[in-house]
């Protein structure tokens, strides 16, 4: 039985475990189990598999341009950069990667995407054929449903709420909405916990008082970076 190929992205991006592309095969492997084989480089590919790469980097140099096996699918989460470009600035080296990774599309024979929004946005603003992108919905992690995992253990390290609570897991980026979070988290009064390093600023800026806060909005670098304008307002 011929089984796919699946490349970890965790191998080539140092945030690859964190996000996107690492969830998800993460989801892979807890469903898949021996029915597919994960592999970390892609030198690890021969050309009679059925390859399935969970991560594109529009702005970064292709992870391909050539075709390595008889049969590639590539996920495509969503174009929201290229969709609102002007709260993602790029950049003339961003551009030259973009024109790239767009053009490199062209080796995968489909496109899988995670709604028909994105699938819809692909189409639009990267123009793969729209016939060759499919969605498929991701479900959740096994860890949400485990219902013996050490919640009590968490709950004491992390100083958890002791009522029921909001959880975030994702990025800080533009398109996550934070404020918008943040309002309705206030306006519904529920406690709610930011998970990620990012969120962690916010502790430790507890602890300080007003003029080394002032002076933590006007000169961190990361926080005053044009793409985490909405992130600022979120610590506000």
Same mark, same amino acid.
């Given at each position: 039985?011929?089984?796919?190929?699946?490349?970890?992205?965790?191998?080539?991006?140092?945030?690859?475990?964190?996000?996107? $592309?690492?969830?998800?095969? !993460? @989801?892979?492997?807890?469903?898949?189990?021996?029915? %597919?084989? #994960?592999?970390?480089?892609? &030198?690890?590919?021969?050309?009679?598999?059925?390859?399935?790469?969970?991560?594109?980097?529009?702005?970064?140099?292709?992870?391909?341009?050539?075709?390595?096996?008889?049969?590639?699918?590539?996920?495509?989460?969503?174009?929201?950069?290229?969709?609102?470009?002007?709260?993602?600035?790029?950049?003339?080296?961003?551009?030259?990667?973009?024109?790239?990774?767009?053009?490199?599309?062209?080796?995968?024979?489909?496109?899988?995407?995670?709604?028909?929004?994105?699938?819809?946005?692909?189409?639009?603003?990267? $123009?793969?054929?729209?016939? !060759? @992108?499919?969605?498929?919905?991701?479900?959740?992690? %096994?860890? #949400?449903?485990?219902?013996? &995992?050490?919640?009590?253990?968490?709950?004491?390290?992390?100083?958890?709420?002791?009522?029921?609570?909001?959880?975030?897991?994702?990025?800080?980026?533009?398109?996550?909405?934070?404020?918008?979070?943040?309002?309705?988290?206030?306006?519904?009064?529920?406690?709610?916990?930011?998970?990620?390093?990012?969120?962690?600023?916010?502790?430790?800026?507890?602890?300080?008082?007003?003029?080394?806060?002032?002076?933590?909005?006007?000169?961190?670098?990361?926080?005053?970076?044009?793409?985490?304008?909405?992130?600022?307002?979120?610590?506000?």
């Amino acid at each position: 039985m011929h089984i796919p190929t699946i490349y970890d992205p965790s191998g080539d991006d140092t945030l690859g475990t964190l996000r996107g $592309g690492g969830r998800i095969v !993460k @989801i892979l492997r807890e469903n898949l189990g021996d029915k %597919a084989r #994960f592999v970390t480089r892609l &030198s690890e590919v021969s050309f009679e598999d059925t390859l399935l790469i969970p991560l594109w980097r529009p702005f970064q140099k292709p992870l391909l341009h050539k075709r390595i096996a008889h049969k590639q699918v590539l996920m495509l989460f969503d174009a929201i950069p290229l969709k609102y470009p002007q709260h993602f600035p790029i950049g003339l080296k961003g551009r030259w990667w973009l024109f790239h990774n767009v053009r490199s599309l062209n080796i995968n024979d489909d496109i899988v995407t995670i709604s028909e929004a994105a699938k819809s946005d692909i189409d639009e603003y990267i $123009g793969f054929e729209l016939s !060759k @992108i499919h969605v498929v919905y991701p479900t959740t992690s %096994a860890v #949400f449903f485990n219902k013996t &995992s050490s919640h009590k253990a968490l709950s004491q390290a992390y100083s958890l709420p002791k009522k029921k609570f909001c959880t975030y897991v994702g990025d800080t980026n533009w398109n996550k909405n934070l404020s918008l979070i943040a309002q309705g988290i206030i306006k519904a009064d529920v406690p709610a916990v930011f998970v990620g390093k990012a969120f962690s600023v916010i502790n430790d800026l507890r602890t300080k008082d007003a003029d080394d806060i002032q002076e933590f909005f006007s000169t961190d670098p990361i926080i005053n970076h044009p793409e985490q304008r909405d992130f600022k307002n979120f610590f506000k």
